[in-house]
């Protein structure tokens, strides 16, 4: 910030936005929307592609998050008109960076926001006024946002099969670029980034539950960001569940004591929202990836250790992109569930039978009977 301030002490900022755009949720249905903007030109695209940011370490993330600067303008979340509504909808939708010229009612300064949700960003300051040089937009994503007969769900499961990063996406869909005409509206872009996941990951789910069942244990593991990951996929039906364990002066733990959350579903899914956040969503959008990628099915529990260098949240992208990343590597294969239990054992600092206590998945495989149980008798 120390080295961003000297550049934003001013009410007119000109830079190359990644494209990025931003749509508060409080006030709801009024929110605040608008671009987020360096004080600086050029391919500023790595600011907003979460997709090209696992291994970058954490004070690299915030360092250029950091710098971008929100520009926030009220409006009602149907209201699709206004110079900065088409702007900051424009800017969305942008394939690549873009000049433009944001103009503020005072000098920028830096609020502090604690979400897990979203990226962080840098100062923010009311917008009077935008201007832009020609933005062109991506095209696959143009195409959706002129179709008004496409249905919002339609359009984000036809957008990641054709290869759109989820990050895009999510951005369009927060301005309000999909669904049927009299149904588009501003979405908060905590929620679109957690609507977007949540529909992808139930679509790759629903599918991986035709496939064959895998034979073997196997476990995924990776660090990052002082996040230590260990993906347990299972030979039975899908059930999924993702536990999160938060060491003390971390984010959510400013306790003394390791504070443990847990969400769960088993093969016929969840029908609430699951307590843990949208982190449950994009870990499971994920596991789906790797299930039709490799055309079996599987349960799979996802254990994290957060640790205290975890000094800042970074979004749920850290959770999308980490087991991404460990759903990449070779796994370790284990005959057994005890086999890989004692193996989880020497990789985490908590002990497995604190893991068991707080996992559903895993207490039903070890304590509910099945009827293969009995033919194996």
Not at 63 to 84: A, H, M, P, Q
Not at 216 to 245: G, H, K, Q, T
Not at 261 to 284: K, M, N
Request: with cysteine; hydrophobic share 40%.
């Amino acid at each position: 910030m120390q080295k961003v301030a000297p550049l934003i002490d001013k009410t007119e900022i000109k830079g190359s936005t990644p494209p990025s755009v931003f749509v508060g949720r409080f006030g709801y249905p009024k929110v605040l929307v608008g671009p987020l903007v360096p004080p600086y030109s050029g391919d500023t695209s790595l600011l907003d592609t979460p997709e090209q940011w696992f291994g970058v370490p954490i004070e690299k993330i915030i360092d250029f998050r950091f710098s971008l600067v929100r520009g926030k303008f009220l409006t009602d979340i149907y209201n699709f008109e206004g110079k900065i509504i088409e702007k900051t909808r424009e800017i969305a939708l942008a394939k690549d960076p873009s000049d433009i010229e944001t103009y503020f009612s005072k000098k920028p300064r830096l609020s502090k926001i604690k979400d897990e949700s979203t990226q962080p960003f840098g100062p923010s300051a009311p917008l009077v006024d935008v201007e832009s040089s020609n933005i062109k937009y991506e095209p696959k994503i143009e195409k959706a946002f002129y179709d008004t007969d496409l249905k919002a769900r339609d359009a984000v499961l036809n957008l990641y099969e054709r290869g759109v990063l989820v990050s895009k996406i999510q951005k369009s869909f927060s301005v309000g670029a999909f669904g049927l005409a009299d149904n588009r509206k501003f979405v908060p872009t905590r929620w679109s980034i957690t609507a977007v996941d949540d529909t992808i990951g139930k679509e790759l789910v629903t599918a991986a539950k035709e496939f064959p069942i895998i034979n073997e244990f196997r476990i995924y593991e990776v660090n990052s960001l002082d996040n230590r990951w260990i993906i347990l996929m299972m030979p039975r039906e899908f059930c999924y569940e993702l536990i999160e364990a938060w060491y003390p002066d971390t984010l959510w733990n400013q306790s003394r004591e390791i504070v443990i959350f847990s969400d769960h579903e088993f093969f016929d899914g969840r029908t609430t929202y699951a307590d843990i956040g949208g982190c449950y969503y994009s870990a499971r959008l994920a596991v789906g990836e790797l299930l039709n990628r490799e055309k079996r099915q599987a349960g799979a529990v996802i254990m994290r250790e957060t640790h205290s260098g975890y000094l800042v949240p970074v979004g749920v992208w850290n959770v999308r992109e980490s087991v991404r990343a460990a759903l990449k590597t070779r796994p370790q294969k284990f005959g057994t569930l005890q086999d890989s239990l004692n193996y989880i054992k020497m990789k985490f600092d908590i002990p497995i039978e604190v893991w068991i206590k707080n996992s559903a998945v895993l207490k039903d495989l070890i304590y509910q009977r099945r009827l293969t149980d009995f033919a194996r008798a």
